[in-house]
């Protein structure tokens, strides 16, 4: 966990990362994890869908829905709640919706991260309102002390601190998604005119 991000992909935004907050390996062996409570809990339900939440869940649900082994559909819906600022404004709209009817379907909500926890919480009564089976939630991160909304999340990866972290689908400006660990920028990248 206190592994230095001391340039670790060569060139790779070599400089920007402050420090790794989630390795590549702890991601992988939490999401195995994850994914082996859910099979558990889900294993005599048929309409298991899953439903990624675009862009920041891509890497996740990708890595999720494979170690998950059991059959589902997938479904993403964008929503936008902070454009491209550091901190969470509150305004939540529907960038792409869901392709089909969930009704009577087992939902199961995948997020790269909850921060503030209203597009979470907008999020759910959405989907509810649509008449699934059940809606839970997977989150890999979660900042406990940004918290301002409470959402009920039946899976979390890992709790991590209040900064503003890139990676494993996080941007900042729509950068750094592609990395394979989440790491904390640096405050001056931000920060620069
Ligand atoms: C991020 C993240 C979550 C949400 C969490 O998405 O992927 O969906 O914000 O923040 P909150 O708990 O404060 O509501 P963002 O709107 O940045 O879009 P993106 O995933 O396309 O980067």
Do not use: C
Not at 120 to 145: C, M
Request: aromatic share 8%.
């Amino acid at each position: 966990m206190a592994a230095k991000a001391s340039n670790p992909d060569g060139t790779w935004y070599a400089g920007d990362i402050d420090r790794l907050v989630v390795t590549e390996d702890e991601i992988k062996q939490r999401t195995a994890e994850l994914a082996k409570q859910v099979a558990a809990d889900y294993a005599d339900r048929d309409g298991l869908l899953l439903v990624g939440v675009l862009k920041g869940a891509i890497m996740f649900m990708a890595d999720f829905s494979r170690a998950l082994g059991l059959p589902v559909a997938l479904e993403f819906m964008a929503v936008s709640s902070y454009g491209q600022g550091a901190t969470s404004s509150g305004t939540v709209r529907i960038l792409k919706d869901l392709d089909g009817d969930i009704s009577g379907k087992h939902v199961i909500v995948i997020e790269d991260i909850i921060d503030s926890g209203l597009t979470l919480s907008w999020l759910l009564k959405y989907l509810a309102s649509r008449g699934p089976a059940s809606v839970e939630v997977v989150a890999l991160l979660r900042k406990p002390d940004a918290v301002k909304v409470d959402v009920p999340v039946r899976y979390i990866g890992f709790d991590i601190p209040n900064e503003f972290v890139v990676g494993y689908g996080l941007d900042y400006a729509e950068r750094y998604r592609e990395l394979p660990y989440v790491g904390v920028l640096k405050p001056e990248v931000y920060t620069r005119a």
